[in-house]
Nanobody
Framework: QVQLVESGGGLVQAGGSLRLSCVAS????????MGWFRQAPGKQRELVAR???????NYADSVKGRFTISRDNAKNTVYLQMNSLKPEDTAVYYC?????????WGRGTQVIVSS
């Protein structure tokens, strides 16, 4: 069992930056592919960014060049650096761990970008 706790959300003006963090419990973090998803009101949850155990990354087209995902295995933490934020980035952001085909989710952190 893996528990994930997100932090770093908040209210920011358009053009601003936020860094989200997700801390995972347990000793298996380094084996997990980690992802950030988001869900806006009335919309489906969507993948924002993903990083594999060997640090390969992929991003949604809508955030490429603005968001950066990274991980620190020594701290059991995955980060999402979000720059040049837009109002359409407003959503609840969820951390996901894909560990040996089992999926785990955090409770989410709210990001609100004002215009």
């Amino acid at each position: 069992q893996v528990q994930l706790v997100e932090s770093g959300g908040g209210l920011v003006q358009a053009g601003g930056s936020l860094r989200l963090s997700c801390v995972a419990s347990g000793s298996m973090f380094r084996f997990a592919a980690m992802g950030w998803f988001r869900q806006a009101p009335g919309k489906q949850r969507e993948l924002v960014a993903r990083i594999t155990r060997d640090t390969s990354t992929n991003y949604a087209d809508s955030v490429k060049g603005r968001f950066t995902i990274s991980r620190d295995n020594a701290k059991n933490t995955v980060y999402l650096q979000m720059n040049s934020l837009k109002p359409e980035d407003t959503a609840v952001y969820y951390c996901n761990a894909d560990l040996f085909s089992d999926n785990y989710w955090g409770r989410g952190t709210q990001v609100i970008v004002s215009s």
